[in-house]
């Protein structure tokens, strides 16, 4: 697995800003509209059509972003309707690989980079090539890779096709507050590390940091006094706040500097993190080798050895959580 | 305090090597021979006399091979018959400085790079210019940087100026299984955190870290059963143990990649570093922004960008250690 060198993450002087500019196409139940009450009106980008097999979801299991989506197929039962294919932890600058497949080929689609999705769709895309990405089978075309949307999409569009039993992961009556809570959970903690860790200057990285701990001991906070972040159930902010927990103390803490705590010393958020990994459907997703491997060895200029560390213990992640 | 990116610590491909070879000089009680009832023939090497006031102690907060030399002047009381001099944690590729002293010069000294002392002594010193280095005031000449005989003859050779009640840091009953332990504890732990972090490939790292832990564990079932290394006294083997301890969580812990646990997770290794810390001589010679600020911003190689980590939370060593 070759890794380009000129990848960079770390612009010199600068905080990190991620670019959010993604393939902004929803698959939605009916054409140019989307089914979510809050904001459920006529859609401004392309639709897509919800149809059972026709779409193949490509994730990595090192990838935080792509974790969401293999969460919450797992939750809502869609594993029968959209098939999942799984990148190698370790891309190169120009795109994810299949190298865990026979042959490094991703046995539905056939690619080897899902670079060639990308550019099924658009000859010269511009951008990163990034997981997770919906693809459509039969053109082997993306259809979106804009994160945040393809998990809402998954639950208020492809509603008739979850398990009966399937929880209820954006709760109407708690909606607007939960919406708040996911922004601050986005901007501070997910990206937050990023932030941290991909800082340009001391000064950037001090305030990425403050920013972190300050949210992260709300948290703590919010946690202590409640199972999940919204109630007694669990919802789709808890989807998006786990894949940053549970690669903390394997990669954010050291390689991103994240080091005030260890999520191990955070009582309340570390039994509600394995409360999390022990309930079907997350934990199984996760791969601490695969976590390890991709951010130690594709973030070179941040780690120029490429030596992946051979700590923390992961079976810790077993023990009782004492939330129930 | 600008720092030469040509200095480089790790050496692809290889395991780290440290270079031992010291300037050998001994400072002595008795010309040509050491007063150590272990092996306290003939030496083979340049000896100096004992005299009050004739030599400086160079020394680092930073670096914990120096740190063992202020401890042990503390704890013997020699602080009125050698006196400390104390460069700054960031160094160039050529030498430790004394930027932390007005006009960036040793007051005592009047020099402004250690090198100069090496210099006056060897004009074609070809090694690192490393601390501790003991200096002979009147010709500014290094007169040894062999850091393992410097406190060795601190304890057997200056006895006539230890205070009263210094502690036997060199028990003679226990001597034999002492020397043992302490060699134990440089390959595997002293110099062992180094293997780890200066490791020029996956299986050099690999192995240094198996080692490394190997003897952390053996280390806290010895210290589960026992006050200190060698009993109920502190001796010479706890002075050694200690500096890498403290230095543990703020920097080797991420920065060198130990990080199967952290010290604070090892309950005897944890509650004997916090007892040693807060004995008089240890924790007033430790200061973390110090030791934080020399090995992120030195090692360019492993940490390109030099920012520093903001955590861990230093306050914890202040608690109780319940180990008296």
């Known amino acids: 697995m070759t890794t380009d060198t000129s990848a960079r993450y770390v612009t010199e002087g600068e905080a990190f800003d991620r670019d959010m500019s993604y393939i902004p196409d929803r698959v939605t139940a009916e054409p140019g509209r989307s089914r979510d009450p809050f904001g459920g009106e006529e859609l401004d980008v392309p639709t897509w059509p919800v149809e059972p097999g026709r779409y193949r979801l490509v994730a990595a299991k090192a990838c935080p972003w792509a974790n969401r989506s293999i969460i919450v197929r797992n939750l809502l039962g869609l594993e029968h309707v959209i098939s999942l294919g799984l990148a190698a932890p370790v891309h190169d600058a120009r795109s994810w690989t299949f190298d865990l497949d026979e042959d490094g080929r991703d046995p539905v689609l056939g690619i080897h980079r899902l670079q060639e999705a990308y550019f099924n769709r658009f000859p010269d895309y511009p951008r990163g090539i ?169 973030h070179q200029d941040i780690n120029p050895s490429r030596i992946v560390p051979k700590g923390p213990d992961p079976t810790v992640w077993a023990t009782p959580h004492d939330r129930g």
């Open 130 to 298: 990034t997981v997770p990405a919906l693809v459509d089978v039969e053109t082997k075309q993306v259809v979106t890779n804009d994160f945040p949307w393809i998990t809402h999409d998954l639950f208020f569009e492809w509603r008739e096709h979850h398990r009966p039993d399937a929880p209820d992961l954006w709760p109407a009556d708690r909606r607007e507050e939960m919406e708040d809570v996911m922004q601050r959970i986005f901007t501070e903690v997910n990206n937050g590390v990023y932030r941290c860790g991909f800082a340009g200057s001391q000064q950037a990285y001090d305030d990425a940091y403050d920013r972190l701990w300050a949210t992260m001991d709300w948290l703590e906070d919010r946690l202590a006094g409640r199972r999940y972040l919204m109630g007694d159930e669990i919802t789709e902010a808890d989807v998006r706040l786990f894949t940053t927990l549970v690669r903390f103390d394997a990669v954010y803490h050291g390689h991103f500097k994240c080091n005030r705590n260890r999520l191990t010393e955070m009582p309340a958020l570390w039994g509600y993190a394995r409360d999390l990994f022990q309930t079907p459907g997350f934990g199984e997703t996760v791969d601490f080798g695969q976590i390890k491997a991709h951010y130690y060895v594709v």
